[in-house]
């Protein structure tokens, strides 16, 4: 690996912070190039400091970034997208709050990670439209999580069965959260280790998995079958990541009000 430059820029998306020292913050920042980087901001608790407003949560900021022996040091810092609307609606900071923690617990550290550095930003945007316009789009989340779940080697296998790779057909399957995917009739039939999962969910998965944002964004969900494609998700990602995200709980704040033609389960 060649080394590192003393100073380098980058942009950054500040995911988590930290107090240190008197007057210093630790910041846990995205970068598309770098991954997941641990930088501090000296003296940017002073009420001088003309950093501060620059390192919020969930700003979209470019650094010049010099290189220490600890945490590499910020030594300038401006906006690029600050979020403005989305800091100011309580339901979209607890989705803001679930997409960096959940980005968080995936990204790595020294890996260049464009793609999720460009899925995150387009859900900040979203939500920060959608919080300008007072309407949250009620799908984006699990759109996020599956389209995370791909990019980070983890997508499940929902188009074929797990155990004999026969096309899924439009009937009562089988999910193991822990293999990662859905097993046909026949094969899930034959073990205690699954639990049914009707063709509404798995259909609303596999659409959520397969299409890009605007066509999703254009598709209402009934709630209940929403709330399955939910609690599926959550469990899964329990498993991934051996624990429950904390900001899950904020999240059930969020209100589901899209317009839009649903999903025929029949089609």
């Not at 690996?1 to 380098?8: A, F, L, N, V």
């Not at 501090?40 to 620059?54: C, L, N, Q, W």
């Not at 020294?110 to 439209?129: K, T």
């Not at 639990?195 to 944002?213: G, H, Y």
Request: aromatic share 6%; with cysteine; glycine share 4%.
């Amino acid at each position: 690996m060649p080394p590192r430059e003393r100073i380098r820029s980058t942009h950054a998306l500040v995911l988590r912070r930290r107090d240190v020292n008197d007057a210093d913050r630790v910041l846990t920042v995205l970068t598309p190039r770098d991954g997941k980087l641990e930088l501090i901001a000296k003296g940017v608790r002073k009420t001088t400091s003309r950093k501060a407003g620059h390192l919020e949560l969930f700003v979209h900021a470019s650094l010049l970034v010099a290189q220490a022996r600890t945490w590499d040091i910020i030594t300038e810092v401006q906006t690029v997208e600050s979020f403005r609307h989305l800091r100011d609606d309580l339901d979209a900071i607890a989705a803001a709050s679930y997409v960096c923690e959940l980005v968080d617990n995936f990204a790595e550290s020294n890996d260049e990670i464009q793609p999720v550095w460009d899925l995150v930003l387009d859900v900040l945007r979203e939500l920060d439209a959608g919080a300008a316009r007072h309407e949250l789009p009620a799908n984006l989340l699990r759109w996020f999580d599956l389209h995370l779940l791909s990019l980070t080697g983890f997508q499940p296998q929902l188009f074929r069965c797990l155990d004999c790779e026969r096309p899924l057909e439009p009937t009562i399957n089988f999910v193991n959260l822990h293999e990662g995917g859905v097993l046909c009739p026949d094969c899930g039939g034959r073990r205690n280790d699954v639990e049914p999962l009707d063709a509404d969910t798995l259909k609303v998965l596999r659409f959520l998995q397969s299409q890009p944002w605007p066509a999703v964004s254009q598709v209402s969900v009934r709630p209940p079958v929403m709330r399955r494609v939910e609690s599926l998700l959550q469990r899964y990602l329990i498993v991934v990541l051996e624990r429950q995200l904390r900001s899950t709980l904020f999240l059930r704040r969020l209100a589901a009000t899209p317009a839009g033609p649903e999903i025929d389960p029949g089609e």
